[in-house]
C-alpha cells in the first residue's frame, strides 16, 4: 500500500490527494502565508480541513501501486469553478515536464553513442541536451515536495517525527531500486565488491531526504508577506542550503589532490573525483565521460581506441607503456551530490509559488524573474571560470539548469494549463510523467529490453530485441537505424504509459 502523506509525494510524482486532502484553489486569489489558504494575517496555521493549496502525492519517478480511484491518478488540482463550484483540473503540466525529461532521458542514453556531439553528454565542461536531464529532475522533485509537504506541516499537531520516519523509508527504497537497476547488471551480475552505489535514484533519494529534513524541520518564518514572501518564509531552509553549497566549494577549491594544483578542475586533477574515490573505492563508476575527452579520444566527443600518447589515467592501452588504468569518477558521486541539493531545493521555491500565488499572473511574476536570474547568473560563474560541469555539479552549471527548469516550467504551464491548447499534443508526456517510475526502471534503465532477450529462437542473439536493431542498422545504416529503433522504443513506452492511465494502474514505491 502506498504511504500516506507527504511521502507519497515523493518525487516527480503524478498523483493527487483526495478531494479531502488535496484542497482547492480559487486562481483570482492570493494567499498571505504559505500554509493556509485563507486571508488570515496573525502568522498562524490553517487549522486541518483548511484549504492547503495545491496537493500533489506521489511525486515522480516514484510512482507505484495499482488504484482505481479517479483521485489517484492526478497530480494536482486546481478549483477552477466560480463561486461554490467543485470541479477541478489536474495540474497537467508538471506531469508533462516529467514526462519530457524521461522521453529524454531514454533518448540521450540509447542514442546518445551515434549521436555524442548533440545529444550525449558533454565529456567533461560544457552542456549538451543529456546535461539536462538529471537537473531537470531534481528540480521536479522540489516542486512536487511543495505541493504536498506544506499540506501536512500546516497542521497544528503534524507528527513531524513520523513524517521524517516515512520520508527516510521512501528514500531508501529509492536507494534500493537504484542500486538494483544501476549497481551492477540486471538481474544476475552484482559483485558487492564492485557494487556501484552512487546513481540517478540514489542521487534523488539524497536531495529529497535534505530537503525534507529541512522542511520538516527548520521553523518558516511568520509574518512575511509581499514579493519576497517565499524566499523570506524559508530562510533558514536557504541558509542550510547555502551552507551546504559553501562546505561544497571548500572542498572543491581547498582540497589539494596530491601531484595537483589546488583548486584544478581538471579530469585527473580535482578535488571530487579525488575524495569520492577516497570515500567510495572500488565502488567508483569506473567508465567516466572523461575519456571522450580531447586528452583521452582522437574523434572526441565519439569515443575512439585509446593510444600511448594519451595520459595513463585515460584507461587501459594508454600511457608511454600502454599500461595505463582509468581513474574512476563517479558523476553521481557523493560530493557532487551535495551541491546538487540545491536543484532540489529552487525547485521547491517555485512549487511554493504555486501555493502562495493564486493567479497566472502573480507565478509567472515569481518564475520568469528568478529563472533569468538563475540563468544569468550561471553564465556569470561559468566566464568567471567555474564552468558548466555536469561531473562536478559545478555551480555555474546548478544555477543554469535551475533556470532552464523553471523556463520550461512556466512554458508548460502556459501552454496546458493556463492556455489549454498543449493539452493534446503533450498528452503523451503526461502519460509518461504519470508513471515516470515505471518508464524509469523497464525503459530508461532497459529492464524490459533485458527481459525480452530472455526469449530468443535456437541462438541468444535471435531474439526480440536484436533482430530489430539489426535490420534497421542494415537497411538505414548504424546512426539513422539506432536513432529509430530508439523512437518505436518510446512510442511503445508512450502507449504503455497511456494504457496504464487509462486503467488508473500508477506504480508507487
Not at 508533462?96 to 556531439?117: E, K, N, Q, S, W
Not at 538529471?134 to 509537504?149: D, K, W
Request: positive net charge; contains cysteine; aromatic residues 12%.
Amino acid at each position: 500500500a502506498p504511504l500516506p502523506g507527504p511521502v507519497t509525494s515523493l518525487i516527480m510524482g503524478a498523483e493527487m490527494y483526495g478531494d479531502a486532502e488535496s484542497g482547492r484553489v480559487n486562481p483570482s486569489e492570493t494567499t498571505p502565508l504559505v500554509f493556509h489558504a485563507d486571508n488570515r494575517r496573525d502568522g498562524s496555521v490553517a487549522a486541518a480541513g483548511s484549504p492547503a493549496g495545491w496537493g500533489h502525492a506521489e511525486g515522480g519517478l516514484a510512482q507505484g501501486s495499482s488504484s482505481s480511484s479517479s483521485s489517484s491518478s492526478s497530480s494536482s488540482s486546481v478549483d477552477s469553478s466560480k463561486r461554490g463550484g467543485a470541479r477541478k483540473e489536474r495540474l497537467r503540466s508538471l506531469d508533462a515536464f516529467r514526462g519530457l525529461t524521461v522521453f529524454v532521458m531514454i533518448l540521450v542514453d540509447d542514442a546518445g553513442d551515434a549521436y555524442h556531439a548533440a545529444i550525449g553528454h558533454s565529456p567533461w565542461d560544457g552542456v549538451t541536451l543529456a546535461d539536462f536531464v538529471m537537473p531537470f529532475f531534481l528540480f521536479i522533485v522540489g516542486v512536487s515536495m511543495a505541493m504536498s509537504f506544506t499540506k501536512f506541516l500546516g497542521q497544528p499537531d503534524a507528527d513531524r517525527h513520523g513524517l521524517m520516519r516515512k520520508a527516510v523509508v521512501r528514500a531508501g527504497k529509492l536507494f534500493l531500486i537504484g542500486l538494483l537497476t544501476q549497481g551492477g547488471t540486471f538481474p544476475t551480475d552484482y559483485n558487492l565488491y564492485t557494487l556501484r552505489i552512487a546513481g540517478i535514484l540514489q542521487r534523488i533519494a539524497w536531495c529529497y531526504l535534505v530537503v525534507a529534513l529541512a522542511l520538516i524541520y527548520l521553523p518558516q518564518r511568520r509574518h512575511v508577506f509581499g514579493y519576497f514572501q517565499v524566499y523570506g518564509t524559508y530562510a533558514w531552509q536557504a541558509l542550510l542550503v547555502l551552507g551546504i553549497q559553501l562546505v561544497y566549494l571548500a572542498l572543491v577549491f581547498g582540497v589539494k589532490v596530491p601531484g595537483c594544483a589546488r583548486g584544478s578542475l581538471t579530469p585527473w586533477c580535482n578535488a571530487v573525483g579525488y575524495l569520492d574515490r577516497k570515500l567510495l573505492g572500488p565502488h567508483a563508476y569506473a567508465s567516466p565521460t572523461y575519456t571522450r575527452t580531447d586528452y583521452c579520444s582522437s574523434c572526441s566527443p565519439a569515443y575512439c581506441p585509446i593510444g600511448e600518447a594519451a595520459p595513463a589515467w585515460c584507461g587501459e592501452g594508454s600511457g608511454p607503456s600502454g599500461n595505463g588504468t582509468v581513474l574512476p569518477f563517479d558523476p553521481e558521486g557523493a560530493v557532487s551530490s551535495q551541491a546538487a541539493v540545491a536543484s532540489t531545493f529552487l525547485g521547491l521555491l517555485f512549487g511554493m509559488q504555486l501555493i502562495v500565488r493564486r493567479d497566472t499572473r502573480g507565478r509567472l511574476l515569481q518564475w520568469v524573474p528568478l529563472s533569468l536570474v538563475l540563468l544569468v547568473a550561471g553564465i556569470a560563474v561559468n566566464f568567471a571560470g567555474f564552468k558548466f560541469n555536469k561531473n562536478l555539479w559545478s555551480t555555474s552549471y546548478m544555477l543554469m539548469t535551475a533556470g532552464a527548469a523553471g523556463l520550461c516550467l512556466t512554458l508548460f504551464y502556459l501552454s496546458i494549463d493556463f492556455w489549454k491548447f498543449g493539452q493534446y499534443p503533450f498528452a503523451p508526456f503526461v502519460w509518461m510523467g504519470m508513471n515516470a517510475m515505471f518508464i524509469y526502471v523497464f525503459g530508461a534503465a532497459g529492464v524490459l529490453e533485458t527481459m525480452l532477450q530472455w526469449v530468443y529462437w535456437k541462438e541468444q542473439d535471435r531474439n526480440l530485441v536484436v533482430t530489430i536493431q539489426t535490420h534497421l542498422q542494415s537497411d538505414l545504416g548504424r546512426d539513422a537505424g539506432i536513432l529509430v529503433a530508439v523512437f518505436i522504443k518510446l512510442a511503445a513506452f508512450s502507449a504503455i504509459a497511456g494504457i496504464m492511465h487509462w486503467s488508473k494502474w500508477y506504480w508507487k514505491v
